[in-house]
């Protein structure tokens, strides 16, 4: 499956981002979603995932009450609302996916395909 992230953008702090990420292949619905980021100079770290029905969702403690993740799988499409974004979200972000879910969202190990990644820059 091949992924294609897209929607970042420069946004002044406070603002609101919405990424998408669409996916190739018709068993994009079957698939564990997940968003992850690296930050200039620091590791990837996770953001948010999804299940395969949208029956459970997670995130990272420090996008807690800010990012909402969501899919639509009539469009083959993921989606991540940012809200009351910070300098400190400032990276680029990359969507991946989990062809079956190996009990973790936030492995990055866990999943068999990445996007290319959008960069998104949060000016103070």
């Known amino acids: 499956v091949q992924l294609q992230a897209s929607g970042g953008g420069l946004v002044q702090a406070g603002g609101s981002l919405r990424l998408s990420c669409a996916a190739s292949?018709?068993?994009?619905?079957?698939?564990?979603m997940g968003w992850f980021r690296r930050a200039p100079g620091k590791e990837r770290e996770f953001v948010s995932g999804i299940s395969w029905r949208s029956t459970s969702t997670y995130y990272a403690d420090s996008v807690k009450g800010r990012f909402t993740i969501s899919r639509d799988n009539a469009k083959n499409t993921v989606y991540l609302q940012m809200d009351g974004l910070k300098p400190e979200d400032t990276a680029v972000y990359y969507c991946a996916a989990q062809e079956y879910y190996r009990g973790s969202y936030s492995q990055g190990s866990h999943y068999n395909y990445w996007g290319q990644g959008t960069q998104v820059t949060v000016s103070s």
């Open positions: 292949g018709r068993t994009f619905s079957t698939y564990h």
